[in-house]
DNA sequence: AATACATAAGTGATTACTTACTCAACGGCA
DNA sequence: TGCCGTTGAGTAAGTAATCACTTATGTATT
């Protein structure tokens, strides 16, 4: 990887977070990182082509993430580690997951489905818990996170901390 | 109003909510309405004036529904019509509330905080039941009923009318 | 000499928008 | 009634700018 070939991905990232994806153009990438345009279609062979290289730098921390509470056998810790997830995503990532959420709404075909061991995890945690509906009580959850998450992308959402311990505590987790 | 004219807002409607505002080019929009570029340019002076009308069309719709919640006595009931919200929405405004949805990720200065006087009048109800943190309460349902709405708008949600259902009854209204 | 990195200057297609022009409908007036 | 002048709806054919992408070529390192 030369230093070249790393600014183009990540001056991309900020632009396709900040702007989207269609609205960013390869010489806008291009200016941004300090290089000549045809530098990407080499590197990347196409627009798309850098795109996905970008969201396969950012694959590893989704999987460490979800592993990290699909893995957990104590269903408290599974039900806590889920409402804390878009609470601890660090201010370097924020583009990575802004990103991720666009392109939920800009690309017709992309469907992520990596939420499904998680809905499966939560499930079984509150199953072990004696709730009843486990399934519609993960469901709602995992809306609920979605809500959370995208608002605090967007910047919409001041009393976060506040937010946060309000949720451990009503789930008493 | 002309025929051509109102030709133009719906397809306009119909490309930017499935396609999203930067992707559709009025030349595409023209062709779905039968109808030479110019035209588009000549009622609507450019593309921002597009999108434009067809929000304005759509402002009395988001008015209602929220006057609606705003303006009921009963605590209950405004809890309950908040939780009917996504739930209610006819087929055939899915493409308007689509691209609401789309626009504010797409657009960069596209504020809405219609929801600040919902977000006043939920945490009076829950204030009047006697519930604890009554603002923190209403900013969990509202960021909730957002994650459900968009859920529904990309056609994630299966079981719909069970999940309504179960969120009445866990807030007993 | 070979190879990978890098660029300048293109390509045709598409973009939002404009120009110059019809054509039908209308109201006032002799 | 008959004619004129204005106006708004509508279009075909442009415009310069920008789009994603290519080609030909140069340069530095091994």
Request: charged share 25%; aromatic share 12%; net charge positive.
């Given at each position: 990887m030369t230093d070249k070939k790393e600014n183009i991905l990540l001056s991309a990232l900020q632009l396709f977070a900040s702007d989207g994806f269609n609205a960013t153009s390869t010489s806008k990438v291009a200016k941004q990182a300090g290089v000549s345009e045809g530098l990407i279609f080499r590197h990347f062979e196409n627009k798309e082509g850098l795109l996905k290289a970008i969201l396969a730098m950012g694959e590893s921390k989704i999987k460490d993430l979800f592993a990290e509470i699909v893995l957990e056998t104590e269903p408290k810790l599974v039900i806590r580690k889920t409402i804390s997830l878009p609470f601890q995503v660090k201010e370097e990532d924020y583009d990575f997951w802004r990103l991720q959420f666009k392109l939920k709404w800009e690309?017709?075909?992309?469907?992520?489905?990596?939420m499904d061991p998680l809905e499966m995890a939560l499930s079984n945690a509150f199953k072990k818990l004696q709730k009843p509906k486990p399934e519609l009580e993960s469901k709602k959850l995992l809306l609920l996170v979605d809500g959370i998450s995208s608002a605090l992308l967007k910047g919409d959402l001041k009393n976060k901390e506040e937010l946060h311990q309000f949720l451990l505590n009503k789930y008493e987790v």
């Open positions: 690309l017709k075909n992309y469907v992520s489905q990596k």
